[in-house]
Nanobody
Framework: QLHLVESGGGLVQPGGSLRLSCAASGFTLDHYAIGWFRQAPGKEREGVSCVSSSGDSTEYGDSVVGRFTISRDNAKSTVYLQMNSLKPEDTAVYYC????????????????????WGQGTQVTVSS
């Protein structure tokens, strides 16, 4: 059975860093785009970053460009989100999601393109 499990969230001070992991079990990630999304209280879920099946193409939300980096290790069936220079407005529940249609194309980093979701991990940026 397919599972996506996020980890690495927590409380960090402004300017700090965290690395989130999304581990897949029950299948291999090789042929699927993966995305990181976040949802803050009272706000819609938004795309943070997405990566193609090979890792060659990435997309970033405007608010995280230059601060966050997405990567994947298909051999470990894991996708990472390195988050640097964190700001209080980055506080949210972070979800990883899978596009279950195999593709080598550049991902479209919107929620409607992804149809399998993890349970999320809380990231809180506060002093």
């Amino acid at each position: 059975q397919l599972h996506l499990v996020e980890s690495g969230g927590g409380l960090v001070q402004p300017g700090g860093s965290l690395r989130l992991s999304c581990a897949a079990s029950g299948f291999t990630l090789d042929h699927y785009a993966i995305g990181w999304f976040r949802q803050a209280p009272g706000k819609e879920r938004e795309g943070v970053s997405c990566v193609s099946s090979s890792g060659d193409s990435t997309e970033y939300g405007d608010s995280v460009v230059g601060r966050f980096t997405i990567s994947r290790d298909n051999a470990k069936s894991t996708v990472y989100l390195q988050m640097n220079s964190l700001k209080p407005e980055d506080t949210a529940v972070y979800y990883c999601a899978l596009d279950t249609i195999p593709s080598t194309s550049r991902p479209v980093c919107v929620t409607s393109s992804f149809d399998y979701w993890g349970q999320g991990t809380q990231v809180t940026v506060s002093s």
